[in-house]
C-alpha cells in the first residue's frame, strides 16, 4: 500500500512540474506596446493602454466592475504568465510609464537634432556636441530616463515573479527600442558604432 502511495504521490508530483522560461515573444510585444504607448501624442491610445486614471475615462463604473471580476478571477483560477503573457499592470509600471511619456516629449527634440541616440543596450546616451545652452538639460534628461528605463524592467520582471527575467527584458527592450526608433534617430550597433535609422 506504502508503494502504492509513494507512486501517486510522485506521478501527480511529475503532472504538477511546470517548466517556466522566458516568453520572448510576449516579452516583445509588451515591450512594443509600452515603446509605443511612450511616444505616441494621442490620448485616446493611452486610455486603451489603461495609463490615463479611471475617472478621466467615460465607462468608469464599466471598468472598475471589469477590473473587480478580474481580480476575482485571478483569485480563484491562479494565472499562469509564464508561457503566454506577461502582465504590465501594477500601479509602479503605470507610473514609470507615465512619467517617461511625459519626459519623451522633451527628449523627441533631441533625439531628431541627433543629440542624443539610443545605445546598444537600451539606455540613451548623448551623441554630438550639443549647445551649452541645452547641455545640461539633456543630461539630466538622459539620467532620469536611464533610470526608469532600469526600474521599468525591473518591475516588469517583479511584476512576474521572475526577478531573474531582468536581463532578458532589458535585452528584449534594448531591440524594441531601436526597432521603434523613428527615421533620423541614432542607434549604437553591437560593434559601439552609430548608425541613422
Known amino acids: 500500500m506504502r508503494t502504492v502511495s509513494f507512486f501517486s504521490a510522485l506521478f501527480l508530483t511529475a503532472c504538477v512540474t511546470i517548466n517556466i522560461y522566458f516568453p520572448a515573444a510576449a516579452a516583445e510585444k509588451?515591450?512594443?506596446?509600452?515603446?509605443?504607448?511612450?511616444?505616441?501624442?494621442?490620448?485616446?491610445?493611452?486610455?486603451?493602454?489603461?495609463?490615463?486614471?479611471?475617472?478621466?475615462?467615460?465607462?468608469?463604473?464599466?471598468?472598475?466592475?471589469?477590473?473587480l471580476l478580474v481580480n476575482a478571477l485571478n483569485l480563484v483560477v491562479s494565472p499562469v504568465h509564464a508561457a503566454a503573457d506577461l502582465s504590465v499592470n501594477t500601479s509602479e509600471i503605470r507610473q514609470l510609464r507615465?512619467?517617461?511619456?511625459?519626459?519623451?516629449?522633451?527628449?523627441?527634440?533631441?533625439?531628431?537634432?541627433?543629440?542624443?541616440?539610443?545605445?546598444?543596450?537600451?539606455?540613451?546616451?548623448s551623441k554630438g556636441a550639443a549647445p551649452l545652452r541645452d547641455r545640461n538639460k539633456i543630461n539630466k534628461l538622459i539620467a532620469a530616463e536611464n533610470v526608469d528605463r532600469k526600474?521599468?524592467?525591473?518591475?516588469?520582471?517583479?511584476?512576474?515573479?521572475?526577478?531573474?527575467?531582468?536581463?532578458?527584458?532589458?535585452?528584449?527592450?534594448?531591440?524594441?527600442?531601436?526597432?521603434?526608433?523613428?527615421?533620423?534617430?541614432?542607434?549604437?550597433?553591437?560593434?559601439?558604432?552609430w548608425k541613422q535609422k
Open 30 to 67: 509588451v515591450a512594443d506596446e509600452i515603446i509605443k504607448g511612450i511616444q505616441t501624442e494621442d490620448n485616446s491610445q493611452l486610455e486603451q493602454m489603461d495609463l490615463l486614471p479611471p475617472q478621466s475615462k467615460n465607462n468608469g463604473y464599466q471598468r472598475v466592475v471589469y477590473h
Open 98 to 125: 507615465a512619467a517617461m511619456r511625459v519626459r519623451f516629449a522633451s527628449l523627441k527634440p533631441f533625439y531628431t537634432q541627433g543629440l542624443i541616440g539610443i545605445k546598444s543596450d537600451g539606455f540613451i546616451a
Open 151 to 193: 526600474r521599468l524592467y525591473q518591475a516588469i520582471a517583479k511584476a512576474n515573479g521572475h526577478p531573474e527575467w531582468f536581463a532578458q527584458i532589458k535585452s528584449t527592450f534594448a531591440a524594441r527600442w531601436v526597432s521603434n526608433a523613428q527615421s533620423g534617430w541614432w542607434y549604437q550597433t553591437s560593434n559601439g558604432s
